[in-house]
């Protein structure tokens, strides 16, 4: 026990009661609680079990991770005639994810480690502040913290093989979701004193999944991105430039959507077609067409003879702003005019001159 710095000289620390101690000697470390709560929710978030795990904690884990349903999950991949068989949840990301809620928990709170099982889902959460600041900063440096909350219990569970202290547990969590093809591990740090880490068990985009298999050479960095793009989560300003200048990504913030070099890769062309923008061109002869047959229009006829065609990526507004922008680019070019109103409110759009394709 001493050599495995569970104990000290020989007698019990508060590090042996968590990890090996008796239920009963929980009371020993009062007011700090050694304690895991499971708790199962239906598709309602109703709860409808729920079971509370006590010391000795290198037992629990098992003990929890036996009360999750890890039921088999099948996809299929594109070219296959039978279907990828995994387990929702890989029992190393889910033991991993346990056993550093117990080695991070801020015990000087006395509140409870908790796991929370959904339909596709669970969500671990521990109470402390997330000391290293942000989880790609742990991946991006991969090396040992510089400071731990609870050194002597960190130091214990290596030496009885639960976690490693070179820094690259978190690291080995994203690329193993990455090679299953699944979500990327989703760490909520809102709270300033409680880490959130859910792990989904389920395909979210189809899209995305089918590219992971297609492009296995991209990096970690641009897949926990392009994660964050198909669960519609905020881009940096920094992994915006860099997917756009990969032209990984299409759209505009925060109507993101997976570009013609994925899709083409991943066999999603005709979705991608559906939801990119046409060129200017293709919509300007539309207005054309429409003047030629009708001899004028007004702003409402040439929002319903676009609207509906005009990417799925942008919104309602944005869809607007972008038909104004088309129209005054025609007018600036002298290709339409408006009559009858001001700046083209209450208007009527008529051609000017004839409209050449090339025209911008």
Request: proline share 5%.
């Given at each position: 026990m001493?050599?495995?710095?569970?104990?000290?000289?020989?007698?019990?620390?508060?590090?042996?009661?968590?990890?090996?101690?008796?239920t009963?000697?929980?009371?020993?470390?009062?007011?700090?609680?050694?304690?895991?709560?499971?708790?199962?929710?239906?598709?309602?978030?109703?709860?409808?079990?729920?079971?509370?795990?006590?010391?000795?904690?290198?037992?629990?884990?098992?003990?929890?991770f036996a009360k999750?349903?890890?039921?088999t999950?099948?996809?299929?991949?594109?070219?296959?005639l039978?279907?990828?068989?995994?387990?929702?949840?890989?029992p190393w990301?889910?033991r991993?994810?346990?056993?550093?809620?117990?080695?991070?928990?801020?015990?000087?709170?006395?509140?409870?480690?908790?796991?929370?099982?959904?339909?596709?889902?669970?969500?671990?959460?521990?109470?402390?502040?997330?000391?290293?600041?942000?989880?790609?900063?742990v991946?991006?440096?991969?090396?040992?913290?510089?400071?731990?909350?609870?050194?002597?219990?960190?130091?214990?569970m290596?030496?009885?093989?639960?976690?490693d202290?070179?820094?690259?547990?978190?690291?080995?969590?994203f690329?193993?979701?990455r090679q299953r093809?699944?979500?990327?591990?989703?760490?909520?740090?809102?709270e300033?004193?409680?880490?959130?880490?859910?792990?989904?068990g389920?395909?979210i985009?189809?899209r995305?999944?089918?590219?992971?298999?297609?492009?296995?050479?991209?990096d970690?960095?641009?897949?926990?991105?392009?994660?964050?793009?198909?669960?519609?989560?905020?881009?940096?300003?920094q992994?915006?430039k860099?997917?756009?200048t990969?032209?990984?990504i299409?759209?505009?913030?925060?109507?993101l959507?997976?570009?013609?070099?994925?899709?083409?890769?991943?066999?999603?062309?005709?979705?991608?077609?559906?939801?990119?923008?046409?060129?200017?061109?293709?919509?300007k002869?539309?207005i054309?067409?429409?003047?030629?047959?009708?001899?004028?229009?007004?702003?409402?006829?040439?929002?319903?003879?676009?609207?509906?065609?005009?990417?799925?990526?942008?919104?309602?507004?944005?869809?607007?702003?972008?038909?104004?922008?088309?129209?005054?680019?025609?007018?600036?070019?002298e290709?339409l005019?408006?009559?009858?109103?001001?700046r083209?409110?209450?208007?009527?759009?008529?051609?000017?001159k004839?409209?050449?394709?090339g025209?911008t």
């Open positions: 001493n050599k495995a710095k569970v104990c000290i000289g020989g007698k019990i620390t508060r590090t042996a009661i968590v990890l090996l101690g008796n009963e000697a929980e009371h020993y470390l009062s007011p700090a609680c050694a304690r895991i709560t499971w708790v199962l929710r239906d598709a309602k978030a109703m709860e409808q079990d729920y079971r509370h795990f006590g010391p000795p904690l290198i037992l629990a884990v098992n003990e929890v999750i349903r890890n039921l999950y099948r996809y299929m991949p594109d070219g296959s039978f279907p990828n068989e995994v387990t929702k949840y890989d990301v889910m991993e994810s346990l056993h550093n809620c117990i080695a991070h928990q801020d015990y000087t709170q006395g509140g409870h480690i908790n796991v929370v099982e959904e339909q596709d889902s669970v969500l671990f959460t521990n109470l402390g502040e997330f000391l290293p600041g942000s989880v790609e900063e991946i991006r440096r991969d090396a040992p913290p510089e400071l731990y909350r609870n050194r002597f219990l960190a130091d214990a290596v030496n009885l093989n639960m976690i202290t070179i820094g690259s547990g978190i690291k080995r969590m690329v193993t979701q093809n699944f979500p990327m591990p989703d760490y909520d740090l809102s300033p004193q409680r880490v959130k880490l859910c792990i989904i389920r395909v985009d189809e995305y999944t089918r590219m992971l298999i297609a492009l296995p050479d991209l970690l960095f641009e897949v926990i991105a392009l994660d964050k793009v198909q669960k519609r989560k905020h881009l940096t300003d992994e915006f860099s997917l756009k990969r032209r990984l299409e759209g505009r913030r925060p109507n959507f997976v570009s013609a070099q994925v899709a083409a890769a991943t066999e999603t062309k005709a979705d991608y077609i559906r939801k990119r923008a046409f060129d200017k061109a293709h919509f002869q539309m054309v067409a429409y003047l030629e047959k009708f001899g004028e229009a007004k702003r409402m006829d040439i929002d319903k003879l676009l609207l509906s065609k005009i990417s799925d990526a942008l919104d309602s507004g944005q869809k607007k702003n972008f038909i104004m922008n088309l129209l005054q680019e025609m007018r600036r070019a290709t005019k408006p009559i009858g109103g001001k083209g409110k209450g208007a009527k759009w008529v051609l000017h004839p409209f050449s394709e025209q």
